[in-house]
Every structure is written in structure tokens, then in C-alpha cells.
């Protein structure tokens, strides 16, 4: 039990470094979607991909909500805050997640660089799949914005709308190709190229965390068995041991009964020396002493 704490701490850890990640990532959505003169195409990746965000910050109040020490504390103080900065379709709403990002901080300033990167290898799974999502978030954001500003007025381009770019950047980072979405440019081709190789490289390192988490299923099931297995037979060995204490017990309680009347013999033969009592003789004594054996 002792060991299983931190544990725990740990994984939070990592989770909380992922989830400020993520709302640090939606603040500069939010901030380029009211501030930046973009057009009105990348306003709406921009729209689309903060939808997206505020889904995983919504994820992170229930999941932090289940989690809190006290719920009705957590709810009272930040949770109401985390609640309404992740409703989607309101990119202002995710101002309010501003407090919530500082405490995590201040948090996180309390563990050394050197731990947070042990934890982080530790955690190799856990801390390699979070990334991933946050690379993925970061690559359809970026590259939607930029094809859509490539292909939007491209003269056989098909590729003209928010919609249009955020739908393509998945299909290609997912290295799906439907083909119903491509670009026509130069330019648009080569963002393309690098989101395939992205994306092969991303889904690579999320089937090996898959792979890997199975794995360490098995093997934890394995030592869970083996250790059963040592457990009965340290058992089996103990009671071994103890019948055979108890029967070379009983047996010297035997021997030492036999001898008894050996000896009563022996300290009547003898007699006892002159000017000592009979029931002093050392041969009695031994004889009643051994009768008192248990």
C-alpha cells in the first residue's frame, strides 16, 4: 500500500502537464480568433478547433471532479469555473479556465525539471499517448489554417472553407486519403507531404503505446501469478516444517518417558549416599524431573 501513492502522484502529474498543455493551446486559439486579422476561412478552423478543445477541457472537469479529495470544495472553488470555460461553441468562455491554469502551474513549479522528466519516463505509456493527442491538436490547428489560406483562392482548388481544412488535415494526419479534399498548389502539396509524414509518425508511436500497455498487462498478471504461486509454496514449506517440529517433539517426550523408569531403577539401586535423605539423591531428582517433562 505504501508503494502505491506515488504512483498515483505520479500520473498526475503527467496529467496535469498534459492538461495545461491543452488549455494553454485553447487560450491562443481563443486570443487568434478574436484579435488576429485572418480571414473569415481561418476564423472558422479556428471556431472548429476550439470546439475540439473544449471538449477535452470538459473531459478534464469530470475527470477532475471524480478525482478531487473533497467534490463539493472542488466544485464550490474551481469547478464551476472549469465547467463553463468547456462549453463548446463559446470561444470566450475558455477565459475562465485562466485560474484553474494557474494553480496547475504553481503546482507544477513546486517539482523540480529532473522530476518531472524521471516521472515522464516512468510513465513512458501514459506520458507518450497524452502527447500525441496534444502534437495532433497542434498539427490540425496549424496546418488547417495554413492550407485554407493556400487553397481558399487557388483556381481549381477545393479546399475553400474552415470545414473543408479541418476535415482535410484529419483525413491526411490520419493518413486515411480520401481524396475527396487535396491540394492543388505547390505550396499546399508540400504542407501536405508533412502532415502525412506526421501523421505516420504519430500513429506509429500510439500503436506502440497500445502494444506496450498490453504488454504490461500481461506481465503484471504474470508477476501477480508467480507471486501466488511463491506465496503457497512458502506456506506448504512452513507447515512442513512445523509437523515435523511437533513430531520430533512427541518423539523425544518418548524417549525421555522410556528413560524414566531406567532411572528410577538406577537411584534405587544405588541408594543414597550416608548422612543424605533418600528423596535427595541426584538420580531422583533426575527421574522427577524428567517425569515433569511435558
Request: neutral net charge; glycine residues 6%; proline residues 5%.
Amino acid at each position: 500500500m505504501s508503494k502505491a501513492k506515488p504512483a498515483l502522484r505520479e500520473t498526475s502529474i503527467v496529467y496535469r502537464v498534459f492538461i495545461s498543455a491543452a488549455t494553454i493551446l485553447a487560450l491562443f486559439v481563443t486570443a487568434a480568433y478574436y484579435l488576429l486579422p485572418v480571414p473569415e476561412e481561418v476564423r472558422q478552423v479556428l471556431y472548429i478547433m476550439d470546439s475540439l478543445n473544449a471538449f477535452i477541457l470538459l473531459a478534464d472537469f469530470f475527470y477532475s471532479t471524480h478525482h478531487a479529495p473533497n467534490r463539493l470544495r472542488h466544485s464550490v472553488t474551481f469547478g464551476w469555473l472549469d465547467l463553463i470555460g468547456a462549453i463548446p461553441g463559446f470561444p470566450i468562455l475558455r477565459l475562465l479556465r485562466i485560474p484553474s491554469l494557474i494553480r496547475t502551474v504553481r503546482q507544477l513549479q513546486r517539482e523540480t525539471a529532473s522530476d518531472l522528466l524521471k516521472v515522464a519516463r516512468r510513465e513512458l505509456a501514459s506520458s507518450t499517448l497524452l502527447s500525441t493527442i496534444l502534437i495532433v491538436l497542434l498539427v490540425v490547428t496549424v496546418g488547417s489554417m495554413a492550407i485554407v489560406l493556400l487553397e481558399k483562392d487557388a483556381p481549381n482548388g477545393n479546399i475553400t472553407t474552415g470545414e473543408d481544412a479541418v476535415w482535410w488535415s484529419i483525413v491526411t494526419i490520419a493518413t486515411v486519403g480520401y481524396g475527396d479534399r487535396f491540394p492543388t498548389t505547390p505550396e499546399g502539396r508540400l504542407i501536405g507531404t508533412a502532415m502525412i509524414v506526421v501523421g505516420v509518425s504519430l500513429f506509429s508511436v500510439l500503436t506502440s503505446f497500445i502494444a506496450t500497455s498490453f504488454v504490461a498487462h500481461r506481465q503484471h498478471e504474470e508477476r501477480g501469478v508467480d507471486l501466488e504461486t511463491l506465496r503457497d509454496e512458502l506456506l506448504r514449506a512452513l507447515s512442513a516444517r512445523e509437523a515435523a517440529a511437533e513430531r520430533d517433539t512427541n518423539a523425544l517426550r518418548g524417549e525421555l518417558a522410556a528413560m524414566r523408569p531406567l532411572l528410577e531403577s538406577a537411584a534405587a539401586a544405588s541408594g543414597p549416599p550416608p548422612g543424605q535423605p533418600e528423596n535427595g539423591s541426584a538420580a531422583s531428582r533426575a527421574a522427577e524431573e524428567i517425569g515433569q517433562t511435558p
